[in-house]
């Protein structure tokens, strides 16, 4: 066994853990320690030191966390709290209370926590129950956004890119332009609060934001309509990255300039984008071309390393992180994830899995604990339009979308009640809550305004829209799996995932081009993975790989024809009659080909050099079938 063989991998686990915590408690927040421990530093005599006085040693403690006991008390303390919120998603989950998402339960959980915090007049329970939003977008969202991307169904996401595309851009510059004057309009002439321009421009900024960590979480659990699903996941998170960039601009630019960050957002947009992809593309080039296959923990490392490097340069260069990380998602479950080992797919599918569980777990917490800690500045008039004034430029963003993509059928048709619950889903949640707490606000005289003003529309968005969307689509008679696990099951129906539709033209050309990237970026088999032939063949081992085909994804007019019935186990030299009699349907298909060799495929064959071993094994008819 190698040293590498050695490195264990459940740590990695504690360590989210451990980051988690760094990430809700604000480091301006101090706990009081005991009191020989005074203004976290510790006075320690070194007798060791060879001078002539002694000298004494200044240890500073970490602000976040505190020294010796009161650290171990306080992650104690936090994880407790993050216990109890996993023991109620599983309790939910089990229920199976298909009205009742998670996501809200947590919601108020956390208010239950704050109260308990506010009532107990603890610092501990206080520190706690601070939150950091610089550390949310540094450490949460990108793990939050990368997993999105990682287990996106692609095909349905290209689709219905078109829609997607403009109600995140455009649909987004309407909200927050609509709202934002509209606000401010309604202040001038008295029937709202009066609050600046730019005060106005920033509410609208803010709560621009589509939340994805809402959003997702509601549908994965109600496993709604592919393309529902879709166009809301797509929106949700390229709209992030569009708000984003408004909320910088309108903090960075005067009135006059701020027409320049947004003359430069396809640029940005472009180049966040193309980070996401390049970085996703090295590491699959780095694990195709060296053999770390032999290590499996060093591919979980990689992995986790390269998902994370992408959202930093990005945001260290001033682009968007959240689209970087988004893309690069993408890219490496379909170009890196054929490299690895199957160990080492299964782990780091399961370890993406729980960062993100774990990140969307604490954001729906701290939003709850916001609530009975916040100090209110309450303004009804202002509060009522900017709910109001979102939900109008919503519609606008909407509709006029879907009548032109119908009309001109750039995509697969979107019916009224469809666009109808998009207009419905339009949450808010933790990137407007992270936003409106920002520092950058306090300078402003209505700061306090504008946060309870967020805050309110965060808790009407999620209990209005979270509770109402499974009555919503029961009434219209919108199509949901209620039969999935809530939040803790992550993935699509299988049924979504074999849909057989046509193709547009832009889905068309990425598939042509996936193909010609995959041969550049891809292992033509999964490693460590070989099917030994007959021994008395040319007295020659024959290895064989094993190679995935997707039977579902085959088209109907495919050149494929029966060859022979062939017992599964007569590969391995051996018989069974029990097994050729299995009538089981669908599944997969495996390909066995000689190792190392190469070959092409298109939407209607598959054609390999030679003449031999062409041959696929079905696991649906137990038997061989051969390409024409």
């Known amino acids: 066994m190698g040293i590498f063989d050695q490195i264990p991998t459940k740590p990695i686990f504690v360590l989210i853990i451990l980051l988690s915590h760094h990430v809700i408690v604000n480091t301006t927040t101090p706990i009081t320690l005991s009191d020989d421990e005074n203004d976290y530093s510790t006075l320690i005599k070194d007798n060791d030191i060879d001078n002539d006085n002694d000298q004494e040693a200044i240890v500073h403690c970490d602000s976040s966390l505190g020294c010796g006991s009161d650290a171990s008390r306080l992650i104690l303390l936090f994880i407790i709290v993050l216990f109890f919120s996993v023991m109620v998603v599983y309790f939910i989950s089990s229920l199976n209370i298909h009205y009742l998402p998670d996501s809200v339960c947590l919601v ?151 027409w320049k960050p947004i003359l430069f957002f396809f640029a940005l947009s472009i180049g966040s984008v193309a980070i996401g992809i390049i970085t996703s593309l090295l590491l699959a080039l ?115 979308t879907f009548f032109i993509c119908n009309r001109f059928k750039i995509q697969p048709y979107v019916s009224k009640s469809i666009q109808f619950v998009i207009w419905f889903s339009g949450l808010r949640g933790a990137i407007s809550f992270s936003l409106s707490l920002s520092e950058s606000l306090n300078g402003y005289p209505s700061a306090p305004y504008i946060r309870t003003t967020i805050l309110i529309l965060v808790y009407f968005s999620l209990i209005t829209f979270g509770l109402g969307t499974y009555p919503l689509l029961k009434f219209l008679k919108i199509s949901t799996n ?46 460590q993975e070989t099917i030994k032939g007959d021994d008395n063949d040319n007295d020659q081992e024959n290895n064989y790989f094993i190679h995935e085909y997707d039977n579902s994804a085959q088209q109907p007019d495919n050149h494929i024809e029966m060859e022979s019935y062939y017992d599964t186990n007569n590969i391995n030299g051996s018989s069974d009659d029990n097994n050729s009699n299995d009538d089981s349907t669908g599944g997969d298909a495996i390909l066995l080909v000689p190792k190392e060799t190469e070959f092409e495929s298109s939407s209607n064959s598959i054609r390999f050099p030679g003449k031999n071993h062409n041959m696929i094994k079905s696991h649906s008819t137990s038997s061989l079938i051969k390409l024409k």
């Open 482 to 527: 209620t039969s999935m696990v809530q939040t803790l099951d992550t993935s699509m129906s299988k049924e979504y995932e074999q849909e057989q539709t046509k193709h547009t033209y832009l889905g068309s050309f990425m598939k042509r081009l996936e193909y010609k990237l995959s041969l550049i970026f891809s292992r033509a088999h999964a490693p």
């Open 108 to 258: 108020i959980y956390g208010v239950i926590v704050g109260v308990i915090g506010r009532l107990s007049h603890s610092q501990l329970i206080e520190h706690v129950s601070s939150f950091d939003p610089d550390k949310f977008f540094l450490f949460l969202l990108p793990i939050i956004i990368f997993e999105t991307g990682f287990s996106l169904p692609k095909t349905h996401f290209l689709r219905n890119l078109p829609s997607i595309l403009i109600l995140a851009i455009f649909g987004t510059v309407i909200a927050f332009a609509f709202t934002g004057i509209g606000i401010y309009l309604l202040g001038t002439l008295n029937i709202s609060r009066q609050i600046q321009i730019k005060e106005a421009l920033l509410i609208g900024a803010i709560g621009s934001a589509i939340d994805p960590v809402s959003t997702i979480a509601i549908f994965k659990a109600l496993d709604v309509d592919p393309i529902l699903y879709m166009i809301v996941l797509g929106e949700s998170v390229l709209n992030d990255g569009v708000s984003v960039i408004i909320f910088q601009s309108v903090l960075s630019y005067s009135l006059t300039e701020i």
């Open 286 to 400: 780095l694990l195709k071309h060296f053999n770390i296959s032999k290590y499996p923990p060093l591919e979980t490392i990689f992995m986790i390393m390269f998902s994370y490097i992408s959202y930093l340069v990005s945001d260290s260069i001033g682009l968007s992180g959240i689209l970087s990380s988004f893309f690069s998602g993408m890219t490496m479950s379909h170009y890196s994830l054929q490299n690895l080992t199957q160990e080492t797919k299964h782990t780091i599918t399961q370890l993406y899995k729980t960062g993100a569980f774990i990140g969307e777990t604490i954001a729906f917490i701290y939003i709850g604990i916001s609530l009975p800690i916040h100090e209110f500045h309450v303004s009804v008039p202002l509060i009522l339009f900017t709910i109001i004034l979102f939900m109008v430029s919503r519609a606008i963003a909407i509709y006029p």
